[in-house]
């Protein structure tokens, strides 16, 4: 037992007892009375043989009864407390932040650094073999991103302490919001309730989150932050890449420009040399200076590189940081996959001959100025093929070769397998019903100005005289309609995940004055770059570790790699057009691994960090949930307060001096 206020006791001490022992060392100076007789009271006749003001006290029930209670009292204002995270049958959650942040290099062990998250393990470590020893059953959570119990209530601490040791670092932003219900489900399991004192919750962690745990729910268990890490105040070397784009030059589509953001957590300027490579060969490295960090934010720098990639081909932005002067390492390089400008093929599955007449349209068919467009944009290769070539295309297999299908007036007997653009033509999931009744032409009434088809473009002053009503077949076609006439809709796109995405125009362009204004040739571009992703924008992929990974069928295992070890082969399951390699929540380069015969790898994964919060690698002593704050513990152990239990005592004493106090009197 320890106390966790001594001074108060030492104090309470000095006063209490020189007053219960005055009490019984003081006599009283009585008046001298002459009397007749003492016969009556020879029983204290001890007390008036001597009338000095001190004398010897006499052993009694009450004394050692007022002794104790003076000393349950004093004991009570120390606060009397028993060493343990728990007490007695009690219940201890420890809960461990593994976010990109505890892997910073600011702790020690023998005078060699060591991460964040190993120190918060060997802490929570300790703190469980304490609770085991005053008979506490332990739970352990962690959490990155998300949280996950890694130990359920068990008394067995040596389990316990094996869980805290398997677990491993992320690079992921730390969500303390997820952690928090994890631990109150916990709680809400043990029938018990939130507030009581048979749990306590130890928070390891650094104690900086995102801006949301602010918000989190003030309810729950108490619960103590145990601060790892340098303090608060030490400051944070460390360097890291936070941002990271790529975007095609509009005057050159081969072309692509590498944008990264560099930030800079310690309060000095730092130089340091900037590499960018192409699969493997460093084609630029230049010095550039990172501002200090400032009072409330980082320092930040921009920085720009160019390239021309063949394909597609891993672009890498790395840091020439001193390890011993930078606390994470996850954060010191960024990739992405870069994509080549490939013009698309596309496959112009025409009209039929007899369409036109059949219909009777106009001679000068629209077909005509349709074909004229794309030859004047060169969207791509374009390959004119007629409806029964088409099918061929479909039956043999051929159409993988090609990235779109435009379809005018003709309807395909299966879903195209390629993303596709129908004018006038119906598909299998979207009936076209027949066209409404010839008459003067109709505006357009509303369009969707925000789709990528539509921002740069106005539909003002087309004129379209007669369209299709529609009607979808099966429940789960879900086309949008992005532009509507008087007559109903009159543009409608479908974009589903794992599913080509699909462009139809309800309308036969020789009932419009549509192909005649600039605004239609701006509108295929779009089509065309919306349909194969060849849009300016659309020049790289990569994954952060919070998102989950996609990749084309495959059952190639992958492992990560780059100067780190290599993570357990991940295999995916190759069922559906998408196959998903699940969220990788360390950052670095994953590629797949095969037999050298093996061909048609999948491209390679890159995954980064990207995190300010994690990169500033700060640490706090204070973290704010709802109305409450938590305060970082001096110490692992939390001792159980016991001073209640000497203030039942005291009061037991209590009860009984008065019992023995009546008695005497009686007697």
């Not at 003076?70 to 995270?85: C, E």
């Not at 650094?113 to 005053?134: F, H, N, Y």
């Not at 108490?222 to 095609?248: D, F, I, Q, W, Y």
């Not at 020439?320 to 606390?327: F, N, T």
Request: hydrophobic share 45%; glycine share 6%; charged share 20%.
């Amino acid at each position: 037992m320890t106390f966790l206020a001594p001074t108060s006791a030492i104090l309470a001490a000095a006063v209490v007892l020189p007053l219960l022992v005055a009490m019984y060392l003081l006599k009283l100076r009585r008046r001298p009375l002459r009397v007749s007789s003492i016969l009556l009271w020879e029983k204290f006749g001890s007390d008036i043989q001597v009338n000095v003001p001190l004398a010897r006290p006499r052993a009694s029930w009450l004394l050692l009864l007022h002794v104790l209670i003076a000393a349950a009292l004093i004991a009570a204002v120390g606060r009397p407390a028993i060493p343990g995270a728990a007490g007695s049958g009690g219940k201890l959650i420890v809960v461990i932040d593994r976010s990109a942040s505890m892997s910073a290099l600011d702790s020690t062990r023998d005078e060699a650094r060591i991460t964040r998250l190993d120190e918060a393990k060997e802490r929570a470590a300790a703190a469980i073999q304490q609770a085991a020893a005053s008979s506490a059953v332990v739970a352990v959570v962690t959490f990155g991103s998300a949280a996950q119990v890694v130990r359920e209530f068990s008394p067995d601490a040596a389990q316990a302490v094996r869980a805290v040791r398997e677990i491993a670092p992320s690079d992921q932003p730390g969500n303390f919001a997820a952690a928090a219900d994890v631990v109150r489900a916990l709680v809400s399991s043990l029938g018990e309730s939130e507030s009581g004192p048979g749990v306590d919750v130890v928070l390891f962690s650094d104690g900086v989150f995102e801006a949301s745990a602010d918000s989190t729910e003030a309810g729950g268990p108490a619960m103590r932050l145990v601060r790892v890490g340098a303090p608060p105040a030490n400051t944070k070397e460390n360097l890291g890449v936070v941002s990271l784009a790529a975007r095609r030059i509009e005057s050159d589509l081969e072309a692509v420009e590498v944008f990264a953001r560099l930030q800079n957590a310690a309060r000095e300027p730092r130089i340091v040399p900037v590499s960018f490579a192409v699969s493997g060969q460093v084609l630029e490295t230049r010095t550039v200076t990172v501002p200090g960090a400032g009072t409330d934010a980082a320092g930040e720098l921009a920085i720009t590189f160019a390239c021309r990639p063949q394909g597609r081909q891993l672009a890498t932005v790395s840091l020439g940081v001193d390890p011993s002067r930078d606390l994470l390492a996850s954060d010191n390089s960024a990739s992405l996959l870069l994509k080549g400008f490939v013009p698309p093929r596309i496959v112009y599955v025409t009209r039929p001959s007899t369409a036109s007449a059949a219909n009777g349209e106009s001679t000068l068919s629209a077909s005509f100025l349709l074909q004229g467009v794309l030859a004047e944009l060169r969207l791509g290769e374009l390959n004119r093929v007629t409806q029964i070539e088409y099918e061929e295309l479909v039956a043999t297999g051929q159409l993988r070769f090609f990235d779109a299908v435009l379809f005018e007036g003709s309807k395909p007997s299966t879903t195209p397998p390629l993303p596709s653009l129908s004018i006038n033509a119906e598909l299998p999931e979207l009936e076209l019903l027949p066209p409404t009744r010839d008459g003067p032409g109709r505006p357009v009434l509303a369009w969707s100005r925000s789709h990528p088809l539509l921002e740069y473009i106005t539909l003002d002053g087309i004129i379209v005289s007669r369209s299709r009503p529609i009607r979808e077949v099966g429940p789960e076609s879900a086309f949008a309609v992005l532009a509507r006439g008087e007559t109903g809709p009159l543009l409608l796109a479908r974009d589903r995940p794992g599913d080509p995405r699909r462009i139809v125009l309800t309308f036969d362009l020789a009932d419009s004055n549509w192909p005649i204004e600039p605004s239609f040739a701006i509108f295929l571009n779009a089509s065309v770059a919306w349909l194969t992703s060849t849009s300016v924008a659309d020049a790289s992929r990569f994954y952060t570790t919070i998102e989950p990974v996609t990749i084309t069928p495959t059952t190639a295992a992958f492992e990560r790699v780059g100067g780190t070890p290599v993570e357990p082969p991940i295999t995916p399951s190759p069922a559906g057009p998408q196959s998903s390699l699940g969220v990788l929540d360390r950052a670095g380069v994953y590629l797949a691994t095969g037999s050298p015969e093996a061909s048609a790898l999948p491209d390679p994964v890159a995954v980064n960090l990207l995190n300010p919060l994690e990169s500033a690698a700060g640490t706090s002593d204070r973290l704010i949930i709802g109305r409450r704050t938590l305060s970082a513990a001096a110490s692992t152990p939390a001792p159980l307060e016991i001073w209640w239990w000497f203030l039942v005592a005291a009061l037991g004493f209590l009860i009984v001096e008065w019992f023995v106090f009546t008695r005497s009197a009686r007697a």
